[in-house]
């Protein structure tokens, strides 16, 4: 009994995370047409720089996690600015793919640079709370993992408020749309594409930061995570929000579950099987609308 | 002095000129039509005018204000509002999204919105009827009065309509051009595009006929039904 | 963009392709030579000295690169018909492991192995290229990533079979290649046969249904092709060469381990294809060749490689996708076209001279010899999203006739034609083409003679307008595979008669210039590239989705004369139109819809005098072009 309690809090604590990294695929890409093949290495980048600031810098844990979301906003505006924007006109499909190969080689660059700059090992992160643990069920689970899991939550919560409810979220659907059409009822459509690259920059940095003390911070991470976060967003049904939550924390479960019955050599193989599954039943994703782009 | 003012305007897609030398006035409260094969260049002199087509030569003032390079955003706010071709509203946005996205350009409060909404509903009653019904479900005519609506949410001084008639049944035609002519009635400075050049000219104060990029007739709706060779060309 | 037909006419620059030809058949040295020799040029500024060398090493590194090529021409049959794998180190693993397995354990001989490593490649590749072809564009990226990481981690977990993360070692090239010099010849070989393979795969009717698959599906269905047989087709082939590279490379290197199969070679492989131009025939060669020197040049400038050269590697991708967004064959064709040969403005000129093309319309269509069917529809209902779309409609059109469809927006037409396409499937009701079953698909239906158009002409964007016509010729003019890719006579006589068919095609309906981009075409000649398919593609019944929509009165006539001729040649019509005069005039017989139920059937003059009519959709609007003034 136990036992499980346990396998299931690690798993939704990585689901958490894997939710978190979906929500910045699904963001950018309704707003875009865009799928940032960069993302994984901007949670790599929140995760080491995470650890640099707080534990290097001796920075507050707060103020560095502020900090760190900041430099993966800004890292994306960049991202946005460098390898999106005038590259390609990211509607037309396979005739127009350049920015997959920008925005791959940027994150290649991210990669490269952190490792050069920090080196290749790992790095440890120190715990986000000072408060230890707590007893739920009879099973001791420590705070961190509680705070990841809220944060996704949370995280989920505000930006579907945010796109269903906010003038600004409400343009960005309307972009997503109809990006021509948008532009001509005056809709900036370049700028909502640079908010949506900022949102999607600090959701990936804030899910590295949280999963720092959970895992080690080593600089090769992001692609492991990019897809694992990428597996969520595609099950749970491009650009749902709802959807990205959801697939999350159901694949960091089936994750554990696979683990603790088949062995560690089995993880992505039960990821990729199960994202099969749920596209050959259902192509779009769980909540996938199905009229919008196929992405 | 007019509203609108096009002088010597070039523009084009990269390489491939569109307009050459394009030049007319639009006046406060009159309809003026633009009549031409496909491919003469009307659309892209609508997008030009909204700030989506790059200009290469020639001026355009809005209401005293030169557009020339603006963002269709930084237009759209000068009193210039735009309905596509195909009509394209936001077919997953409710109607009262959609046309709250109409008044996107002015940052408005939301009781000055929901005033603004309400004439829109009286305008057209049947979008008030079921204004939380999505776009994507409406018929082709409620989707054009829908257009129309964004539009004037965003309280334009000119309005650009692109092909109002394409793909309806005839009597809705003629309902939308009935909207069309109200519209007028009411003070609006409308900029019509249209394949169906009989059904413009007859609501149109003054016409232009767009070729290869050019204009190479103007006169007043009448003067243009009347003549010959535009009768031949256009009129069928 | 690059030529999907061998005939028609010949850049005089193809003769640069013989260059490497040359410099491959040199031998060993020679290219070593020269490769080493142009990279130490241009890193000279840096590090002082310029270096030729033919050195073991450098030996080695060129045919690394040739196996590299291999893989990354494969992967380019792929991304041709629209798809995007990063996931084919997977089988290049399979290649390797499935070689390096069989010789050192097995005792079979390198040449059984090696084909056993493409036929097991090839295999995977249709296990996993069938249900990931549903996908879309980036999802199948994405999911095909997820292939490379598995097969990575499962050769890492069978450990008794494959060595695990320790790998295996002593594989042994074969007799007469054994040496490293005498094993460049063995896959320079296989180089030179790939890409040849590659090029005419490229440019036959398999290449030409794949870019059209990628251009446009629905299309492509609508003249019968096949889009699930020809993207598993792709990702097979692709595979099995991958898996003929990787087995070229295991015995090159002696021994293989997990860690030479990542995810990162299968974005590398990808990379390389884009950077050169993905979807061209000789792009993705010089994008590996790019590629795979930069670490080596990194390495001549700074001593060490890794993560140096990693971030050389990224700022050379953004940089170049800044520079060439289409990759590096579109910047050379658009600097060859503006600068070295004449460049002509495109012009918006569109003139049509209606009466020379309604004539070659004519001689055209009744040389065809087409055969029309008669279509029968009966009972047809559909059910969307709580709506009855189609609420028991019966249609019947006959060889030769046109029937008209109308009726308010939303009263079911467009659902009507989707059903009759076999795009979506009714709830209830039969259908038959000359008293036959035909299942509800559209490309199954459009193998029966059923062509279309559609409301928007949908055309294969980044293909000629020969092209365009030439995928639709395909269809019914097949020729043998294995000719094509052989480039046999039969093949190139039969392809030389298909291209002057579809200029004659084009020049019937009034396009005179072949060579232009169907993605640029001005609307009204979109239409008339839409019908010059579908004459291609031999209808026995054509359905017409508002065909008149945003066409000027000229161009109005013109279509009246093309439908007539249709007809006339024995072709059944079923027309959507909200064009009234339009419909007068062409119609034999016209069915009105209203709310998914047919309201009136009969000749043009019942219907238009029909009240029903009149109140439900007609209005008073044919009277006010003769009203108004």
Redo the contacts between chains.
Sequence with gaps: MTWTIETIIIGLTAGAVYALIAMGYNVVFASTGVLNFAHGEFFMAGMMLGAYISVSMGIPLVLALLLTVIIGVIGAVILERVAVRGVTDASSGLGASGWVLSTLGFGIVIHAGITLWMGPQLRTFPPLLPWGSIEILGVTVTWQRLVVIFAAIIVGFGLHLFIERSRTGRALSAVEQDPDAAELRGIPVIRLGVIAFAIGGGLGALAGFLAGPLSAAVSSVGLAYGLKGFVAAAAGGIPSIKGAVIAGFLLGLLEVFGVAFLGAGYRDAIVFAALLLVLMIKPSGLFGAGNVRAV | MALLTVEGLSAGYG????LEDVSFTVDQGEIVTVIG?????KSTLL?TL?G?TDVTAGTVHLDGHSIVGK???V???LGL??V?ENR??????SIR?NL???A??RKVRKSELDDDMGEVFERFPVLGERSTQLA??L???EQQMLAIG?ALM?RPKLMLLD?PS?????????RVFEAIGDLAKSGMTILLVE?FA??A??IADRGLVLQ??SIIARGSA?EL??DDAIRR???? | MDRLTFAGPKSRWRYLGLLPLALLIAGPKAFATVMSGVTSLIVAPFTGTIEFSSSRYEIFNVELLLVYVIVVLSLNIVFQNGMISLGHSAFFLVGAYTTALLTTRADWSFWLALLMGVVLSAALGFMLGAPAIRLGLFTLAMVSMGYALVAEDMVTEWRSITGGGDGLSGIQRPAPFGELETYYWLIAIFAILVFFFTRNWLRSSFGRAGKATADNEVAAGSIGIDVRVTKVRSFVVSAALAGLGGGLYAPLIGFISPAAFTVDLAVLFLLMVLLGGGGTVIGPVIGAVILFRIPLAVEDITGAAGNISLLVYGVVLVISVRLMPQGFMSAWWFIRDRWLAKYKVQTMIDELKVDESAAHFDTLLAAASLEGSELRAAGMRKQLGGVKAVDGIDIAVLPGQVHALIGPNGSGKTTTLNLLSGYMESDYGEFTLNGENVPARGYVRARYGLGRTFQTPLLFGSMSCVENVLVALDRKHSENPIATLLRLPTARRNEHEKYQRALDILAAVGITDPDTQASVLTPGRRRLLEIARLVASEPAVVLMDEPAAGLTSAEIEHLETMVRSLAAAGVGIILVEHHVDFVLAVADVVTVLDFGKVIAHGSPQEVRQDPVVMKAYLGAMPDTAEGQD
């Design positions: 390489l491939v000129p569109v094969a496909n491919g003469a260049g997008r909204s989506l963002s269709a955003a237009i759209g706010r509002a735009h596509p394209r509203v936001f077919p997953a946005h999204d709250a996205l109409g996107f350009v994507g479900t018929s082709g005519g964004m965003a092909e394409l793909g309806l049944a005839p009597i809705i035609v003629e394949q009989a059904a000219l007859a290869l990029g009448q039904a009347a060309a256009y009129l069928g």
